[in-house]
């Protein structure tokens, strides 16, 4: 569980050294004000407590900015007690940018992970969705994977839909990223367009079904409920409704 802490008393002060394992710094807002996270155990018999997934679409930019810097080094720290090299315990430093072995020496950095998300276009302009069999009944978003060792950005987008959908593509264009620190990912969304939009069809395994819209029946699949869309807060959202042309009502569903 994460406190952020927007006090700048804890800089200097000998509380904020002996705990530094547990508290990290996050950086400083426009007004110069630092702000930390602090890294507590799961209380027991705590009640109320909401995730970043329920409070997401409440926060300012600057929030949203701190807490997904914090719970990604949160999730980091939490699992890299030890040195990779050498096995033996290590400790947070810099504020807990970084964790140092003292036996080797040898100095860990955050790891994040890269994955692409697409969105997929054919010639007549709909786009191609696709459902997870582990999302919420109704369900259906663009498609997404990590990217392999070695592997530039765009092939593997070509790679991923050829696997799930079974749809080549070209014009792959890059539209942004977004931070997704469950556990440590980063989201690199790109549009792209296939020629064969008649082979289009789900791998059975990760992706259980696909389904081309046209911007008429997207709004009307989600208007019936016959249509969940991902949800506010994800990157996903933000591209079928740049598609779209503007905002997407309808029911969210998380995960
Ligand atoms: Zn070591």
């Known amino acids: 569980m994460i406190y952020l802490d927007p006090s700048s008393k804890l800089i200097n002060s000998p509380e904020f050294a ?3 394992a547990e508290r990290f710094f996050l950086g400083l807002a426009p007004n110069g004000q630092p702000f930390f996270a602090i890294n507590v155990p799961f209380p027991e018999g705590t ?11 409440l926060l300012s930019d600057l929030e949203i900015g701190a807490v997904m810097h914090a719970v990604a080094l949160a999730n980091w720290h939490d699992v890299h007690p030890r040195c990779a090299r050498c096995g033996e315990p290590t400790i947070s430093i810099l504020g807990g940018s970084t964790r140092k072995c003292p036996a080797c020496e040898a100095e860990h950095y955050p790891r994040t992970d890269s994955a692409v998300i697409v969105l997929v ?10 459902r997870q069999k582990i999302w919420p009944a109704k369900r259906f978003s663009t498609f997404a994977g990590f990217l392999e060792p070695g592997e530039s950005l765009e092939a593997c987008v070509v790679r991923e839909v ?37 082979d289009a069809e789900a791998d059975g395994e990760e992706i259980e079904a696909i389904r081309w819209y046209t911007r008429e029946q997207i709004a009307e699949d989600i208007a019936s409920g016959e249509l969940l869309l991902p949800p506010g807060i994800s990157i996903a959202r933000r591209m079928i409704e740049l598609w779209y042309g ?5 029911v969210e569903a998380w995960r």
């Open 18 to 20: 002996a705990s530094v």
């Open 47 to 57: 009640e109320n407590l909401v995730s970043l997934r329920d409070v997401g679409t």
């Open 121 to 130: 276009r054919d010639r007549e302009d709909r786009i191609l969705l696709g």
């Open 162 to 198: 050829a696997e799930e959908a079974g749809v080549s593509l070209s014009e792959i264009k890059y539209l942004g990223s977004q931070p997704w620190p469950f556990p440590a990912s980063i989201m690199l969304s790109f549009t792209a367009v296939t020629d064969n939009p008649e």
């Open 246 to 250: 503007q905002p997407l009502e309808g």
